[in-house]
């Protein structure tokens, strides 16, 4: 495992229906805080211990419109207030981060369900919203 063992109750299982990118058959995720960077965090697989996917916390600026279907996404949030947080991945090409801004990844905090949209265009955020992630998390 990238953390070595992680104790963890059931309730703290994130539950992705559709999987995330590149991953479509790992369902069970955790939210883990990097000790070392208060800004990353981790999307660590139950299932495959090995995989583990850098993401940070933002905030959508106000009237954030994604452009996209109901059918395909029927359980998407029509506004990021909570309980939904929305996650970034973050990249690793030629020695530079960046984030991928085109793939968000929503998570109701109630519920634990998790949701990786794909979509057109770009969309515009900003600075994390920490206080939701709290709930969410534990540290790696």
């Known amino acids: 495992p990238r953390f070595g063992p992680v104790a ?3 309730q703290e299982v994130i539950v ?3 999987g995330l990118q590149g991953w479509k058959e790992l369902r069970q995720w955790l ?4 000790s070392h960077h208060p800004s990353l ?12 996917l850098p993401v940070v916390c933002l905030q959508p600026e106000p009237g954030l419109q994604l452009r996209l279907s109901r059918r395909q996404f029927p359980d998407c949030p029509t506004s990021f207030e909570d309980p939904w947080v929305l996650l970034v991945p973050l990249l690793h090409e030629d020695q530079h981060l960046s984030v991928d801004l ?3 990844i929503l998570i109701d905090t109630g519920s634990r369900r998790g949701l990786q949209l794909w979509g ?4 515009t955020l900003q600075h994390a919203r920490s206080e939701q992630l709290v709930r969410l998390r534990k540290c790696a």
């Open 120 to 123: 057109e265009g770009e969309q």
């Open 41 to 52: 965090h981790w999307l660590q697989s139950i299932c495959r211990p090995l995989v583990a």
């Open 102 to 104: 085109h793939n968000p």
């Open 16 to 18: 992705f229906a559709h």
């Open 8 to 10: 963890f109750n059931p």
């Open 31 to 34: 939210l883990l805080a990097d």
